[in-house]
Nanobody
Framework: VQLQASGGGLVQPGGSLRLSCAASGSISGFSAMGWYRQAPGKQRELVASITSGGSTVSGDSVKGRFTISRDNAKNTVYLQMNSLNPEDTAVYYC??????????WGRGTQVTVSS
């Protein structure tokens, strides 16, 4: 399966963006879908993930600001990002995890938060 992330861009502090991750095939068979990010000079970190059953997990730095959701009919996962701050600047990646614990990664989308 191929994953295509989109929706990144330049936004002012306090602003919002919604990222989309469109899969070339069905996402309903994956155990979980997730968003990760990597800032320059830093390790890739989990932003948020959602299981096939709809349970979600969010990183501490984004709790209360970011929301992950999935639309199985559209084979798409979303990341709604609110109250963005410069520390959220990073390349955001989509990941699909199989029940066998292998993963597919999409190409990232750049999010820049700056005034």
């Amino acid at each position: 399966v191929q994953l295509q992330a989109s929706g990144g861009g330049l936004v002012q502090p306090g602003g919002s963006l919604r990222l989309s991750c469109a899969a070339s095939g069905s996402i309903s068979g994956f155990s979980a879908m997730g968003w990760y990010r990597q800032a320059p000079g830093k390790q890739r970190e989990l932003v948020a993930s959602i299981t096939s059953g709809g349970s979600t997990v969010s990183g501490d730095s984004v709790k209360g600001r970011f929301t992950i959701s999935r639309d199985n009919a559209k084979n798409t996962v979303y990341l709604q990002m609110n109250s963005l701050n410069p520390e959220d600047t990073a390349v955001y990646y989509c990941r699909a995890q199989t029940w066998a614990r292998s993963s597919y990664w999409g190409r990232g989308t750049q999010v820049t938060v700056s005034s």
